[in-house]
């Protein structure tokens, strides 16, 4: 099975699992918007401090912001892990059970936001000073790093480990399971993103080259909720696979609609 092939059927079968429960698509939608406001309310100060060249300020404010928008997301990510969990083992999940199991975490919570916002900025600050070949070893870094860091979220929720424990067993599991050679694992969210950006560009399209601004609006309207439903889905999706491969990885077998089968080729390997 091709590549794309079999991420679109574990993006299947992880939709299937999101539709059984509401709980999961309303804990992405209130970790987007709390997030984002979060973000916002730093982010917005930093531009203005910048435009009156304040960079300092604006430096402060910006990281600040980025960490506090990593640190509320994260939250809502390990509740989101705590709720898949529960749907795939056949239970009702709440909003509030997954939230509990986010607060009692919340130590390692702040900690991995630190974690991940240190090393986020730190290959965007290379990013942008390196040349073409710098860019694609730090590609290949970030790619190796979403790697490492996948399981991490399920750990934090299912586990209860710290930021480090969790880094370090998220990359022995990969390392035990499929061995060194690893270049990838599944991209659900890129699909969803797919799903959502190529029928809004029509939409979007369409609305412009109608001639209409009613029918323009309707349609533009149509687009922007398209995108986000989809990314909603993605991210939904890509958190029930993360904890059906999290246990899959750690010897728990499979779980769900998945098949051992289905979970053992979502990891690529280096050929």
Known sequence: MGRIAAGWHLAKLSLRVVRRDGSLSALVVLGGIASGAVGLSFLIPA??????????????????????????????????AAASADVLDGRDATV????????????????????LTTVNLV???????????????LGAVAVAWGLATFLVVPLIALEGLGPLDALRRSGTLFREKWGEQLVGTASIGLLFALLGIVPAFVLGFLGLASGSTVVAVILIVAAVLVVVAASVLGSAARSVFSVALYRYAAGLGATGPFTESDLESAVARRT
Do not use: K
């Open 96 to 115: 509030r059970r997954g939230l509990s199991v986010a607060s009692r975490n919340v130590g390692a919570i702040l900690g991995w936001a630190l974690v």
């Open 123 to 137: 290959i965007q600050a290379l990013r942008e000073r390196a040349g073409f070949l710098g860019n694609l070893v």
């Open 47 to 80: 531009a203005v401090a910048h435009d009156i060249d304040e960079n300092w300020l604006a430096a402060i404010l910006a990281v600040v912001g980025v960490y506090l928008a990593t640190v509320v997301g994260t939250y809502f990510a390990v509740a989101l």
